[in-house]
């Protein structure tokens, strides 16, 4: 299980700015789906869950929100406020969303199909897994 900012190269001219996303490159993995989440109401957490296999990069292309990423032994929050950084976020780490900007877009690039089977949605279950890998 790991966790780590990617920072991408923004390739920018005076008419703005671009970024590319690559899988293998500067998203290190095939990327199966994307999704993204926006709209996001005031005070509200999302998440709660550890996925078994998945690989995950998030960014946000617009505004910002905070991930709290707990990996069993030590738990850290990132800022994600940038749409030329990104989260990967591989294995068993129980993450939570919070702090959403009113105008923030979060897109996530993921390395598998929708699976319901991937995750764990039960704290305890998780920590007797991390735990177990650690
Ligand atoms: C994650 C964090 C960062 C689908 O049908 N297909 C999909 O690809 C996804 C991602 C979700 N859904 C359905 C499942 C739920 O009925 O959409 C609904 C909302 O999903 P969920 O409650 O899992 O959303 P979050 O924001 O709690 O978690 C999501 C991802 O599910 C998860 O993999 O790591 O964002």
Redesign the pocket.
């Known amino acids: 299980m790991s966790s780590k900012i990617i920072d991408f190269q923004t390739l920018g001219d005076d008419r703005g700015s671009l970024i590319a996303l690559e899988e293998n490159y500067n998203a290190p993995f095939e990327i199966k789906?994307v999704?993204y989440?926006y709209d996001t109401k005031k005070g509200v957490a999302?998440?709660?869950?550890a996925?078994k296999h998945?690989k995950?990069l998030?960014i946000a292309v617009k505004g910002s929100c905070t991930?709290v990423l707990d990996h069993g032994v030590k738990k850290e929050e990132i800022v994600l406020n940038s749409p030329n950084k990104g989260l990967l976020?591989e294995g068993l780490i129980w993450?939570e969303?919070k702090d959403f900007s009113s105008d923030c877009v979060?897109v996530?690039l993921?390395s598998e199909?929708?699976d319901?089977d991937?995750?764990i949605r039960d704290y305890d279950e998780f920590l007797k897994e991390a735990l177990n890998d650690s």
């Open positions: 789906r999704y989440i999302r998440g709660f869950h996925h998945l995950q998030a991930f976020i993450r969303m979060l996530v993921a199909h929708y319901e991937d995750y």
